[in-house]
């Protein structure tokens, strides 16, 4: 099927960016903590998070979307554009953030539930001027901003929904932070299967004192 096609290309363009994010090895403790971050208008910067030094850290900047920055936004086949709060999240502070800390490497996420006041939709023309395009677009923001790693997050889909929707795994579903989702992630580590911790967002938590950030990295540093 042809998504797959389109999923092997970006699979490749995430090697060409070295940034050891992938998850396909057999599982096993990790210190792993990856969180999203870039929500506009919430002012979250990357010095807001708490950030253990014994932790491998990942934040992913969203969202890069395929939509022209206009006051109504449409598809662009591949034409990828910043979406995310680039005034707190510009280059110089991804830059800032990794020299403070070397357990640090930032990501982007392409896609996302939503652009100007619609949904986001993935909606390529032809898989092959949709690479082409993602490509060349892709490289530039990641050379400006100097990125390690790519992740893909569409929620909608104007074709074949199933297809695509099978290489996408939805963090939002499951065990909540009151309701079992620690003792699950202590009952994994003790058996050496818990392979990190990924967390959506860092948007809303500074309210909390990123109280569930402390814990999890709390979590993820004893030693493995
Ligand atoms: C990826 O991990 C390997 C081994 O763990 C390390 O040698 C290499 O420098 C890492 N690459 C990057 C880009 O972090
Ligand atoms: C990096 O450290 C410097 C010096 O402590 C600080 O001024 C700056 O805000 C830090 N940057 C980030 C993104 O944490």
């Not at 990794?98 to 357990?103: A, E, I, L, Q, V």
């Not at 889909?157 to 579903?173: E, K, L, V």
Request: aromatic residues 14%; glycine residues 6%; negative net charge.
């Amino acid at each position: 099927m042809e998504f797959s096609k389109l999923f092997i290309a970006l699979f490749i363009f995430q090697v060409k960016f070295p940034c050891n994010m992938s998850t396909q090895a057999a599982p096993a403790n990790s210190n792993l903590f990856r969180e999203y971050i870039g929500a506009e208008f919430n002012n979250v910067k990357f010095s807001d998070v708490p950030i253990h030094s014994s932790v491998e850290f990942h934040f992913i900047i969203s969202f890069a979307i395929d939509y022209d920055t206009s006051g109504s936004p449409s598809p662009t086949n591949g034409k990828f554009n910043v979406f995310w709060d680039s005034d707190n999240l510009g280059p110089s502070q991804v830059s800032s953030i990794k020299s403070n800390h070397s357990n640090v490497k930032v990501a982007l996420s392409l896609g996302g539930d939503s652009v100007g006041d619609g949904s986001a939709y993935f909606n390529p023309s032809s898989v092959d001027s949709w690479v082409s395009n993602a490509v060349s677009s892709l490289t530039d923001i990641i050379q400006q901003y100097n990125l390690d790693g790519v992740d893909v997050d569409y929620e909608h889909f104007n074709a074949d929904p199933d297809t695509f929707a099978d290489f996408i795994s939805d963090g939002s579903r499951g065990l909540t932070p009151e309701n079992g989702f620690f003792t699950a992630c202590s009952r994994l580590k003790s058996r050496n299967k818990l392979i990190g911790i990924f967390i959506w967002s860092a948007d809303d938590p500074k309210k909390n004192g990123f109280r569930y950030e402390k814990q999890s990295q709390a979590l993820l540093a004893i030693s493995h």
